[in-house]
Nanobody, 124 residues
Framework: QVQLVESGGGLVQAGGSLRLSCAASGRAFRSYAMAWFRQAPGKEREFVARISWNVGSTYYADSVKGRFTISRDNAKNTQYLQMNNLKPEDTAVYYC?????????????????WGPGTQVTVSS
């Protein structure tokens, strides 16, 4: 069983930055693909960014490309999402997800473990 816990959310003005962290339990973290998803009120949970197990591959949703950066530190069992130039439309609950196969995808149904989420609110 893997437990994921997000942190770093909060309230920020448009144009500001936040860094989300996701701490994972278990020694197998380094073999997992990881991703971030988000869900705004009244909307479906959507893909934000993903990273492969060996940090060799990253991919972003078009809406965040150039503003967000996903990374991971396998020695610390932690992944990160650096969010710059935040916009009001980035307001959502952000979720960390892990896929045990190690192959990162954009499909939320293919992720095996989820964190409880952290709220990000961007004011205009």
């Amino acid at each position: 069983q893997v437990q994921l816990v997000e942190s770093g959310g909060g309230l920020v003005q448009a144009g500001g930055s936040l860094r989300l962290s996701c701490a994972a339990s278990g020694r197998a973290f380094r073999s997992y693909a990881m991703a971030w998803f988000r869900q705004a009120p009244g909307k479906e949970r959507e893909f934000v960014a993903r990273i492969s197990w060996n940090v060799g591959s990253t991919y972003y949703a078009d809406s965040v490309k150039g503003r967000f950066t996903i990374s991971r530190d396998n020695a610390k069992n932690t992944q990160y999402l650096q969010m710059n130039n935040l916009k009001p439309e980035d307001t959502a609950v952000y979720y960390c997800a892990a896929r045990t196969s190690g192959i990162a995808t954009m499909q939320r149904s293919e992720y095996d473990y989820w964190g409880p989420g952290t709220q990000v609110t961007v004011s205009s």
